[in-house]
């Protein structure tokens, strides 16, 4: 199998390196004209979300790219995700993404997080008044099964699930989850997540690989650690490029975002960036810290999660 591939369970194979298209502004043009660029780059894997406002503008720019003849259908991977309003009809969630992105099916569909809310709510930071109380996990999940049936997607999985809520969805699934999309760069390593998720045959994707510089919440701490420029001097390559290939190495793919044509190909080089067992061994050392917590789906009265301990079962 290609080293710049992973095989999912079911049997899909994924391309480790992935173009996220989440944009803050939902700039429809700049998100159309940034696909087209990756796709000539050779970029074949893209995420996006309901809630990322970019589901259009992708399905748009892949529409094109197929039928100016630059791309076959087979060739791109595409996921999208369940959001937390939608979790009481994930087929009507996922039929509505697929007549907005102009598809036929998804390659990967996900759970965005482990929590309910309210029919109709659109807005990622939900008020306390849009909560649903009960979870709805097992119901949810019966949804994502039947999409898969019905032939809307060729995978399901999950995304910002701890180590317990895998374990907890397994004892109910039919259908186990191939993916599970989380934070995951040298500054938040995932060690326990991974080695579950290894256990149970499902593929890591790790979002905001680089620690997210330019979101309000993300952070240049990594690619501006001194260990990382160190290591990615010793090899002729930029820190992002050690971060990216870092997560590669452990068998995850990795969903950067980035619009700009200079940095995508320099994102894409890191596939031929080798780490050696020195480069692994200082970066465990590193210390840790998570950046997306999730505060906004904590609270005391109408949440589940009374604590950001809870939503992630005190492994934060």
Request: net charge negative; charged share 25%.
């Given at each position: 199998?290609?080293?710049?591939?992973?095989?999912?369970?079911?049997?899909?194979?994924?391309?480790?390196?992935?173009?996220?298209?989440?944009?803050?502004?939902?700039?429809?043009?700049?998100?159309?004209?940034?696909?087209?660029?990756?796709?000539?780059?050779?970029?074949?894997?893209?995420?996006t979300?309901?809630?990322?406002?970019?589901?259009?503008?992708?399905?748009?720019?892949?529409?094109?790219?197929?039928?100016?003849?630059?791309?076959?259908?087979?060739?791109?991977?595409?996921?999208?995700?369940?959001?937390?309003?939608?979790?009481?009809?994930?087929?009507?969630?996922?039929?509505?993404?697929?007549?907005?992105?102009?598809?036929?099916?998804?390659?990967?569909?996900?759970?965005?997080?482990?929590?309910?809310?309210?029919?109709?709510?659109?807005?990622?930071?939900?008020?306390?008044?849009?909560?649903?109380?009960?979870?709805?996990?097992?119901?949810?999940?019966?949804?994502?099964?039947?999409?898969?049936?019905?032939?809307?997607?060729?995978?399901?999985g999950v995304?910002?699930?701890?180590?317990?809520?895998i374990?907890?969805?397994?004892?109910?699934?039919?259908?186990?989850?191939?993916?599970?999309?989380?934070?995951?760069?040298?500054?938040?390593?995932?060690?326990?997540l991974?080695?579950?998720?290894?256990?149970?045959?499902?593929?890591?994707?790790?979002?905001?690989?680089?620690?997210?510089?330019?979101?309000?919440?993300?952070?240049?701490?990594?690619?501006?650690?001194?260990?990382?420029?160190?290591?990615?001097?010793?090899?002729n390559?930029?820190?992002?490029?050690?971060?990216l290939r870092?997560?590669?190495?452990?068998?995850?793919?990795?969903?950067?975002?980035?619009?700009?044509?200079?940095?995508?190909?320099?994102?894409?080089?890191?596939?031929?960036?080798?780490?050696?067992?020195?480069?692994l061994?200082?970066?465990?050392?590193?210390?840790?810290?998570?950046l997306?917590?999730?505060?906004?789906?904590?609270?005391?009265?109408?949440?589940?999660?009374?604590?950001?301990?809870?939503?992630?079962?005190?492994?934060?």
């Open positions: 199998m290609r080293s710049d591939v992973a095989r999912l369970r079911c049997g899909k194979t994924i391309p480790l390196l992935g173009m996220g298209t989440y944009c803050p502004k939902k700039d429809r043009e700049s998100t159309i004209s940034a696909v087209h660029q990756a796709i000539k780059i050779g970029y074949r894997h893209f995420d979300a309901k809630i990322y406002g970019s589901e259009e503008a992708l399905g748009t720019a892949l529409g094109q790219a197929i039928s100016y003849g630059t791309v076959q259908r087979e060739d791109i991977f595409v996921t999208s995700k369940l959001w937390s309003s939608d979790h009481h009809d994930p087929i009507a969630a996922l039929t509505q993404t697929l007549k907005t992105m102009g598809l036929e099916y998804l390659d990967n569909y996900l759970v965005h997080w482990p929590i309910k809310l309210k029919p109709g709510v659109s807005e990622p930071i939900p008020k306390e008044e849009e909560f649903e109380k009960d979870l709805g996990i097992e119901e949810t999940w019966q949804g994502m099964e039947r999409c898969l049936e019905m032939g809307l997607c060729k995978s399901i995304s910002n699930f701890s180590s317990k809520k374990d907890d969805l397994l004892d109910f699934a039919s259908v186990s989850p191939s993916v599970n999309q989380v934070e995951m760069h040298p500054l938040w390593r995932q060690n326990k991974r080695k579950v998720c290894e256990e149970n045959k499902i593929h890591v994707s790790g979002y905001s690989p680089l620690g997210a510089p330019g979101n309000c919440w993300g952070s240049t701490a990594v690619i501006e650690h001194p260990v990382i420029k160190s290591i990615a001097l010793k090899h390559a930029t820190p992002a490029q050690v971060a870092w997560g590669m190495s452990k068998g995850a793919s990795v969903i950067v975002k980035s619009f700009n044509g200079a940095r995508m190909r320099e994102n894409k080089r890191a596939l031929e960036v080798n780490l050696d067992d020195q480069d061994s200082l970066i465990d050392q590193l210390e840790e810290w998570k997306m917590r999730g505060d906004f789906l904590v609270n005391q009265t109408t949440s589940p999660y009374k604590s950001i301990e809870q939503l992630w079962d005190n492994e934060i």
